[in-house]
């Protein structure tokens, strides 16, 4: 009976103790419950009290802001060949025994590819003379007002043909051209003359430089400017004898000089040398020259010389003062002549465009175009005797758009279809990309 007593109240005591735990365990959830209670009130009163912050606004992509600029246009043709069958189609009856000559009929269907342009330019490559007995290679006088007459403003006259009346012949080419208006680069009337010209160009300073690789005349014998020198500017210093040896001393000493006079943007005419002619790539000697030009500060350069076109390149050089582009025209071909070898009769005018940041000042070449030209010589097309003429500068877009268009007066189809052909033949030369029909090329700022 005691064990049994016992056993009792063991049993009683672990009873005890088992509902003296379990409290103590209910007590201390319910306590940390109600602390977590207290903490989502208080939590949840502090966010009533805290206002929202705005969300954050995305920020507005950065816009380059818009250039206003003022551009100009620089159109360059190509060589004005003075040779005697072009001559003797513009004779007129003139007055008695005294012929007289007007070359505005030959020269009619370059007007509208320079109407656009600020300054229009070309190349002679001839003598003018008022004494009769015209030949290769010199022409009437009538030229100057021939060529100011359809919208050229200036004329390099440094070719190797410009001494072929001696120095005589020379200085009055240059006084007929400047009196019939145009602006003369690279030949002068006198050794006091000598000016490297810069135009205002709607408020752009354009500086114009010009070299001959030497001097040619027409009989055996170059002529000397032995003692001369002053009357015409020329590519190399052995320009009496072999012609190779490039005088960069000078050209760098031109660039020098029209930078110091205030000159924006500079322009160089080049007479290429005569083992260039009829090729359609460039030679060696006039890339390392287009190079030098180019990385001296010329910013356009216009080839002539070669008698065919040639490609145009735009590239982008590192200068001292930082990049710049320049345009090089290798060549532009004859913009006038007699020869008819292949290709020769093809030409363009290339349009260069300036332009200027009005708030900045920064000058840049924004824009070339191209617009071909095609010299007829209805002596090449059996079905065109009698087209009352027998040399033309052809609009070659526009001489192909009047024919398609039946409104044509005096174009035959075989002249209509070499005409086609040679647009096509230019754009494969000169580069389609710069073609003005399709908008030419167009360049940014900053390169």
């Known amino acids: 009976m005691k064990k049994n007593g016992f056993i009792t109240g063991v049993m009683y005591v672990l009873l005890v103790f088992l509902v003296v735990g379990l409290g103590f365990i209910l007590f201390f959830n319910y306590r940390a419950n109600m ?224 930078k110091e006079a205030g000159a924006d943007v500079i322009v160089a005419f080049v007479y290429w040398w005569d083992s260039a002619q009829y090729y359609t790539e460039p030679r060696e000697q006039q890339a390392e020259v287009a190079e030098h030009l180019c990385q001296s500060g010329v910013d356009v350069i216009v080839g002539g010389g070669v008698k065919v076109p040639q490609p145009i390149e735009v590239r982008t050089v590192e200068r001292d003062d930082g990049k710049a582009n320049c345009v090089v025209c290798y060549s532009l071909s004859s913009l006038m002549s007699c020869f008819n070898d292949a290709y020769t009769n093809l030409s363009a005018v290339v349009d260069v465009q300036i332009s200027r940041d009005e708030d900045s000042g920064e000058i840049w070449i924004s824009g070339v175009q191209t617009k071909p030209l095609f010299m007829v010589d209805t002596g090449d097309y059996s079905d065109s005797a009698d087209l009352g003429y027998k040399y033309r500068v052809l609009d070659a877009w526009q001489a192909v758009e009047d024919y398609d268009a039946g409104t044509t007066e005096g174009l035959s189809e075989e002249i209509y279809q070499a005409v086609k052909t040679g647009i096509e033949d230019l754009d494969t030369i000169l580069g389609a990309d710069y073609a003005a029909r399709d908008g030419g090329l167009a360049v940014d700022f900053p390169y």
């Open 35 to 258: 602390e977590q209670q207290q903490m989502i009130r208080q939590a949840e009163e502090a966010a009533n009290t805290t206002p929202t912050p705005p969300p954050t606004a995305t920020p507005a992509p950065t816009e380059e802001p818009e250039r206003i600029a003022q551009t100009i246009t620089l159109s360059f043709a190509g060589d004005l060949v003075g040779q005697a069958g072009l001559t003797t189609d513009a004779q007129t009856e003139g007055d008695g025994d005294t012929p007289a000559y007007d070359f505005s009929a030959e020269l009619e269907g370059v007007r509208s590819s320079l109407e656009q342009a600020d300054l229009a330019a070309c190349t002679l490559v001839s003598t003018l003379s008022d004494a009769g007995s015209y030949d290769a290679y010199v022409m009437p006088r009538a030229v100057a007002d021939g060529l100011k007459g359809v919208g050229f403003d200036l004329v390099n006259a440094a070719t190797d043909h410009l001494l072929d009346r001696g120095l005589t012949g020379l200085t009055g080419t240059v006084d007929y051209l400047k009196n019939a208006g145009l602006t003369v680069v690279g030949a002068y009337s006198s050794s006091a003359s000598r000016s490297l010209p810069i135009a205002q160009v709607n408020g752009i300073k354009v500086a114009f430089l010009s070299y001959a690789y030497g001097t040619a005349g027409t009989g055996a014998q170059p002529v000397s400017i032995a003692d001369n020198s002053w009357c015409m500017d020329l590519l190399t210093t052995d320009y009496m004898t072999d012609k190779q040896t490039v005088d960069y001393e000078k050209i760098d000493a031109d660039i020098a000089a029209v």
